[in-house]
């Protein structure tokens, strides 16, 4: 009698690719039977893996993406436009949205709540660190709902009034996300997520970091949408994930702005796996815009230092030069040197920790 072994990890990448892992219900029936007939002729070793990558490559014209886990294991992971509300809204759910800076999380947050708000006609939305102001210039848009979205200036929960409610955190604040826990704010944060479904409330966190998401908010986000992240985010959300989902991850670094990769768990079933597509309204878009430049008009000095800040950074992390970044702050009405350029880089790595301020001063 011969016995195959099977190791810890084959095991563990069978039980979170195959065993509890489902398809989006919204793809046509005879491509979902194609994924799995490749899949599991992979997994037995009838199709090699220049085969399986090849069939692969046929399902990225459909805009699906893949990912070669093992010699056993190849994921194909099919696109939808409206699995991710059906699992929603089935029933009062925590939904983190993690991303790089413009990565799209704002919008596809937004997108999520304005169907929200149109499946769940008595429903509330709430929202918490509107700090571009987007919130305001919808109600302006939308006079309609201006009595159903409200804008909070603090993190005090939402009153105990027996409606839907649809909290979303649109910029954590230093509080929520603290270690410690021990803040007002992270408090009332941590009393949403555990009570949101004996309170009738479903709950969306935008963040960059995963990690800074304070355990308890992680721990308790059922549903998970990854948006593009940089190497550096990549290898810091495989932290907090099952090893076999970590592999998957790694196809967000070529996700454009309105593709978010899905962990959604369903109960007594399994985990489905799949690719939301954000198609935002025009007239959301035109309102973002409108919001984002309100926002750097009354900007203080102060503010709109941090702001450039932050932007040069985003542009280094691109891989672009001084000169490259001085051409593209000139296009948005911002001069400055190259050697000012690099300066601010420096000066913001200071602020985030990334520079020993001891070794460079000692050069």
Do not use: C
């Amino acid at each position: 009698m011969s016995y195959t072994y099977i190791s810890q990890k084959m095991r563990e990448y069978d039980f979170y690719l195959r065993e509890v892992r489902l398809l989006p219900e919204d793809i046509n029936p005879e491509i979902k039977k194609m994924i799995l007939l490749i899949e599991e002729g992979y997994r037995r070793g009838d199709i090699d893996r220049r085969k399986a990558v090849i069939f692969g490559t046929l399902f990225k014209k459909l805009g699906y993406k893949y990912r070669v886990i093992s010699d056993k294991h190849i994921v194909i992971i099919p696109s939808s436009k409206t699995e991710l509300m059906n699992v929603f809204s089935a029933y009062p759910q925590l939904v983190a949205i993690i991303g790089n800076r413009h990565a799209g999380k704002t919008i596809t947050s937004w997108m999520l709540a304005i169907e929200f708000l149109k499946k769940y006609e008595d429903a509330m939305l709430y929202v918490y660190g509107d700090v571009d102001g987007l919130g305001e210039q919808i109600i302006k848009e939308k006079p309609e709902w201006e009595e159903r979205i409200i804008i909070k200036q603090n993190y005090t929960l939402p009153p105990k009034d027996g409606r839907k409610k649809l909290v979303l955190y649109n910029e954590l604040s230093p509080e929520i996300i603290s270690k410690r826990a021990l803040s007002t704010s992270n408090l009332e944060a941590n009393l949403q997520a555990f009570r949101s479904r004996h309170l009738n409330t479903w709950v969306i966190y935008n963040v960059i970091r995963f990690s800074s998401l304070e355990s308890v908010l992680r721990e308790t986000a059922d549903i998970k949408m990854f948006k593009w992240l940089s190497p550096e985010l990549i290898n810091n959300a495989i932290m907090h994930i099952p090893k076999a989902w970590g592999e998957l991850l790694k196809i967000t670094a070529t996700l454009n702005i309105n593709e978010s990769l899905v962990m959604a768990p369903v109960q007594g079933k399994g985990v489905k796996i799949f690719l939301h597509l954000t198609d935002p309204y025009e007239w959301l878009l035109k309102a973002h815009k409108k919001a984002k430049k309100n926002t750097k008009l009354m900007m203080l000095k102060d503010e709109r230092e941090r702001y450039l800040l932050e932007r040069i950074a985003q542009l280094y992390e691109k891989g672009l030069g001084p000169a490259e970044i001085q051409q593209i702050l000139a296009k948005e009405g911002i001069k400055l040197s190259k050697r000012s350029i690099r300066a601010k880089y420096r000066k913001w790595k200071e602020l985030v920790g990334l520079l020993d301020n001891e070794s460079e001063n000692d050069k």
